[in-house]
């Protein structure tokens, strides 16, 4: 199985700054990640997929980048919305695996 | 619109068999896999396998393997995740998943809490 080990496990940040949350894989994935958002006692909510596509309704202050085995979250400008949990997912190989999460506080 | 409705929440007892549910709407429930992610309390998000529905084949995390059944039913758009002898380490929120063409995780039912306990 593919690992997917993410960084940091929790992130304190303040409205208004630049964060980015990192995820390495295990072995090459090309650009097969995906990343979601949890909200405590919600579904989680997919942002961005293929490493840098952004999901329909999703907005533009968060982006992706990266490939083969190591990728980034970003959020410019963060807003009072975006504290929650984020995961990335290799879609490359089954089983599919997630990040253990990381928490924006 | 995708849509993914699932079964409410239980309370069983060790032992107990079990069979939790999602209805697909909103789309060509055959031609998509679907698959089912359980998030323990407190803890993060974990792939237990993905069914294809129009072939039957099925993707077992090798973790889950044996310990569920994971299932659909063409004719009523439904996918099903089924345990036999429930244990309290089986207490969790239980996610159904769409994947999209290409299998990235693109639609998520509203979850299903599961809680075993004597």
């Known amino acids: 199985d593919i690992q997917m080990t993410q960084s940091p496990s929790t992130l304190s940040a303040y409205v208004g700054d630049r964060v980015a949350i990192t995820c390495r894989a295990s072995?090459?994935?090309?650009?097969?990640l995906a990343w979601v958002q949890q909200k405590p006692g919600q579904a989680p909510r997919l942002l961005i997929y293929k490493a840098s596509t952004l999901e329909g309704g999703v907005p533009s202050r968060f982006s992706g980048s990266g490939s083969g085995t190591d990728f980034t979250l970003t959020i410019n400008s963060l807003q009072p919305d975006d504290f929650a949990t984020y995961y990335c997912?290799?879609?490359?190989?089954?089983?599919?695996?997630f990040g253990q999460g990381t928490k924006v506080e | 619109e995708v849509q993914l409705v699932q079964s409410g929440a239980e309370v069983k007892k060790p032992g107990e068999s079990l069979r939790i549910s999602c209805k697909a709407s909103?789309?060509?429930?055959?031609?998509?896999?679907i698959g089912w992610v359980r998030q323990l309390p407190g803890k993060g998000l974990e792939w237990m396998g993905v069914?294809?529905?129009?072939?039957?084949?099925?993707k077992y995390n090798p973790s889950f393997q044996g310990q569920v059944t994971i299932s659909a039913d063409k004719s009523t758009t439904t996918a099903y995740l089924q345990w036999s002898s429930l244990r309290a380490s089986d207490t969790a929120v239980y996610y159904c998943?769409?994947?999209?063409?290409?299998?990235?995780?693109?639609?998520w039912g509203q979850g299903t809490q599961v809680t075993v306990s004597s």
């Open positions: 998943v769409r994947t999209s063409a290409t299998q990235y995780p693109d639609s």
């Open positions: 072995q090459s994935i090309t650009r097969w």
């Open positions: 909103g789309y060509t429930f055959s031609t998509y896999w």
């Open positions: 997912q290799q879609y490359n190989s089954k089983p599919y695996t």
């Open positions: 069914l294809y529905p129009d072939d039957s084949d099925i």
